[in-house]
C-alpha cells in the first residue's frame, strides 16, 4: 500500500513537471513570435521608405537619428533598371549638388567623406589632397541637374547608375556616378565615372557589386522625404520650359518623334514656332530663371520698376494618370498651354505640345467615356479648336472647316485674316451653345490675356460630328 502510494506521489511530480516544461516552452514561444513580429514590421519600414529620397542632411540633423535595422533576408536585383521613384531621383539631385559645393567650396573633409573607399585608393586621394585631385580634369562649378539614373536593385545596399549635368553661361557639361547604399548604417559613397564606363554598365558588360558596410560619418548621412505629385508635376514642367529657352535641339528631341514629325515636320520648323513674337515673350515669362539681377540695371530705381512690371507666369494646374500602363504629366501653364509628359521612368520622358495633334490614350478615355454624350464629344472638339487658336496653328482649324468652306478661300488667306483679328496672346471664353439638329452653335469671347488691348471679339462657330468621332467645322465667323 505504501509501495503504491509513492508511486502516485512520484506520477503527480512528473505531471506537474511536465506542465511547468510545457508552461515554459509556451511562453519561450510567444517571445519569439513577438520578436518575429517586430523583426518583420521592421522590414515593413525598410520597404516602405527604401531611400525614397536623399535630401541634404544639415550637420545638427545627425544627432538622435535611429539605426534602421537590415531585413532578415538580403534580396537582390542583378540586372539594372530605370529608376521610376521620383523622390529617390530628386534627393540624389539635391545630393550630388551638395558635393559639388562641398568641391567648390574646397571643404576636403566632405568631399573625402562622401568619395568611395576604392576610388580613393586607385587614385591616391587622401585630406590633404582631395580637393586638388577631384576637381583636376574636371568641371565642377554649375548648377548640378540629374537627367536619368539607373538603379542594381537590393533591399538593403541599393547601387545606382546616375547621368547629369553641370550648367553654367547656358553650357552644360554631362557628368557621371555611381552611388552606393548602405541601408543599415543609412549611408553612402559617390564614385565618379566616365561616360564609357556609365554605358558598359548599362549593357551589363561592365558590373558592379559591394559587400562591405558603409561608414556613417558627418557628410554621407541619408534622410527620407517626399514630394507632392504638384511638385513633381512643376519638375517636368520647368525643365522643359528652360530645355526650350537654353537648349531647342535638346527640347526638339524631347518630343515624342511621331507627334514632332506630325507637328513641325522638321527642326527649323520647331525653331520658328519658339521663336515666334508671342512664343518666345511667353518662354521668357514662364521660365523662373529669367528675371534679372540688380547688378544688369543702372540705377536701383531702374531695376524697382522692372519688378513692379513683371509679368511672371507658371503652371497654372496640372493632372496625373495612368492609361494602359503609362504614366502622364499633364500641365498647363498661365496661357492655356498643354504639356503632356509621358513618363518612362523618374525624368525620362517623351512630350507633347497640345491634345489634338496625335491621340493619346489619355484623351481617348475622357472622349468614349461610357457616360459622354453627343454634346460632351463636341466640345471636347470645341476645346481642339481653342488651344490650336490659342498657340496660332491656323492650319489645323483650317483642315477642319466643311469642304464648303475651303472652296471661297485658300489657306493663306485663311491666316492673313484670323491672324490679322487675334490677340498675340488670346484668351476664349465660350459664352453661349445652342443645339441645331446634328450640329452645335459656339458663341465664344475673345479678350486680349495681357489686357494691353481693351476691346473683345466675338466668334461664332458650327461644329458637327463626323462618322469617325472626328468632327468637322460647317461654319465660322470671326470679328
Known amino acids: 500500500m505504501k509501495k503504491t502510494k509513492s508511486i502516485i506521489i512520484v506520477l503527480i511530480i512528473?505531471?506537474?513537471?511536465i506542465i511547468i516544461a510545457m508552461l515554459i516552452i509556451s511562453a519561450m514561444g510567444k517571445k519569439e513570435d513577438a520578436g518575429s513580429k517586430s523583426i518583420n514590421n521592421n522590414t515593413n519600414n525598410i520597404t516602405s521608405n527604401i531611400i525614397s529620397n536623399i535630401p541634404v542632411l544639415e550637420d545638427n540633423e545627425l544627432e538622435g537619428e535611429e539605426r534602421i535595422d537590415a531585413p532578415d533576408e538580403r534580396v537582390t536585383e542583378e540586372h539594372i533598371t530605370l529608376l521610376k521613384n521620383h523622390n529617390t531621383f530628386f534627393s540624389i539631385e539635391k545630393l550630388i549638388s551638395r558635393y559639388?559645393?562641398?568641391?567648390?567650396?574646397?571643404?576636403?573633409?566632405?568631399?573625402?567623406?562622401?568619395?568611395?573607399?576604392?576610388y580613393k585608393d586607385e587614385n591616391g586621394i587622401n585630406k590633404q589632397n582631395a580637393i586638388e585631385i577631384l576637381r583636376t580634369g574636371n568641371q565642377y562649378n554649375g548648377n548640378y541637374t540629374s537627367k536619368e539614373v539607373y538603379l542594381k536593385e537590393d533591399n538593403y545596399k541599393p547601387i545606382y547608375f546616375i547621368t547629369g549635368t553641370l550648367e553654367k553661361d547656358k553650357v552644360r557639361t554631362s557628368c557621371y556616378f555611381i552611388m552606393k547604399q548602405d541601408k543599415i548604417n543609412v549611408s553612402f559613397?559617390?564614385?565618379?565615372?566616365?561616360?564609357?564606363?556609365?554605358k558598359m554598365y548599362l549593357n551589363e558588360s561592365k558590373i558592379e557589386t559591394f559587400e562591405e558596410d558603409i561608414e556613417l560619418n558627418k557628410y554621407n548621412k541619408i534622410m527620407n522625404t517626399t514630394l507632392t505629385e504638384e511638385e513633381i508635376a512643376r519638375k517636368y514642367f520647368n525643365s522643359y520650359i528652360q530645355n526650350a529657352r537654353y537648349y531647342p535641339e535638346e527640347a526638339y528631341n524631347l518630343l515624342d518623334e511621331k507627334y514632332r514629325n506630325a507637328k513641325f515636320g522638321n527642326y527649323q520648323k520647331f525653331i520658328?514656332?519658339?521663336t515666334g513674337r508671342a512664343k518666345s515673350k511667353q518662354l521668357e515669362n514662364l521660365d523662373?530663371?529669367?528675371?534679372?539681377?540688380?547688378?544688369e540695371f543702372n540705377s536701383e530705381d531702374e531695376y524697382r520698376e522692372y519688378m513692379a512690371n513683371l509679368n511672371k507666369k507658371s503652371m497654372r494646374k496640372y493632372d496625373y494618370s495612368k492609361e494602359n500602363d503609362k504614366e502622364y504629366y499633364i500641365c498647363i501653364d498661365d496661357y492655356d498651354n498643354f504639356y503632356i509628359f509621358e513618363v518612362s521612368g523618374a525624368m525620362k520622358y517623351k512630350v507633347y505640345l497640345d491634345t489634338y495633334t496625335i491621340d493619346l490614350d489619355y484623351f481617348i478615355n475622357q472622349y468614349n467615356k461610357e457616360d459622354a454624350t453627343t454634346k460632351d464629344?463636341?466640345?471636347?472638339?470645341?476645346?481642339?479648336?481653342?488651344?490650336?487658336?490659342?498657340?496660332k496653328d491656323y492650319e489645323y482649324v483650317y483642315k477642319k472647316?466643311?469642304?464648303s468652306l475651303r472652296n471661297q478661300m485658300n489657306y493663306n488667306e485663311f491666316y492673313k485674316n484670323i491672324d490679322s483679328i487675334l490677340f498675340d496672346n488670346s484668351y476664349m471664353e465660350i459664352k453661349e451653345t445652342t443645339e441645331n439638329n446634328d450640329s452645335y452653335t459656339y458663341k465664344i469671347i475673345i479678350t486680349d490675356r495681357e489686357r494691353k488691348v481693351d476691346r473683345e471679339i466675338e466668334m461664332v462657330i458650327v461644329v458637327e460630328l463626323t462618322q469617325e468621332n472626328d468632327f468637322t467645322i460647317k461654319n465660322m465667323k470671326l470679328g
Open 14 to 17: 512528473l505531471v506537474i513537471l
Open 100 to 118: 559639388f559645393l562641398y568641391l567648390r567650396a574646397g571643404n576636403s573633409d566632405a568631399v573625402y567623406d562622401i568619395i568611395e573607399k576604392s
Open 189 to 198: 559613397t559617390l564614385k565618379p565615372i566616365t561616360e564609357e564606363e556609365y
Open 272 to 274: 520658328e514656332y519658339l
Open 288 to 295: 523662373p530663371k529669367s528675371i534679372k539681377d540688380i547688378t
Open 377 to 391: 464629344k463636341i466640345e471636347r472638339n470645341v476645346e481642339k479648336i481653342l488651344e490650336a487658336l490659342n498657340i
Open 401 to 403: 472647316l466643311d469642304n
